[in-house]
Nanobody, 121 residues
């Protein structure tokens, strides 16, 4: 059974950091494009950061970093300097189709159940 299970969300003060986890079962994360997405109340789901190259550590130039522990078949999203506008339900996702993937929800196949992140003082 293909399954993704997120954890690590919670209430964080502005400026804080958080690491979200996504444990995969039924497929090997090394062979698929992976990504993190979020959905704030009343807004569409959006891509946060995606790792189409299968790197074990992938960071953008900002506050988000994806890492993958191949031994645990688990991927992580590290977020630093959290802001109130980061408040959302965060989802991990895996793309099992071949070909280049954009960091958009439509390009991803399997989804976790989501974990709530709330940034507030």
């Amino acid at each position: 059974q293909l399954q993704l299970v997120e954890s690590g969300g919670g209430l964080v003060q502005p400026g804080g950091s958080l690491r979200l986890s996504c444990a995969a079962s039924g497929f090997d994360l090394r062979y698929y494009a992976t990504g993190w997405f979020r959905q704030a109340p009343g807004k569409a789901r959006e891509g946060v950061l995606c790792n189409s190259g299968g790197s074990t550590i992938y960071a953008d130039s900002g506050r988000f970093t994806i890492s993958v522990d191949n031994a645990k078949n688990t991927m992580y999203l590290q977020i630093t300097n959290l802001k109130p506008e980061d408040t959302a339900v965060y989802y991990c996702a895996v793309r099992t189709a071949t070909g280049a993937a954009r960091c958009v929800p439509a390009d991803y196949t399997y989804w976790g159940q989501g974990t709530q992140v709330t940034v507030s003082s």
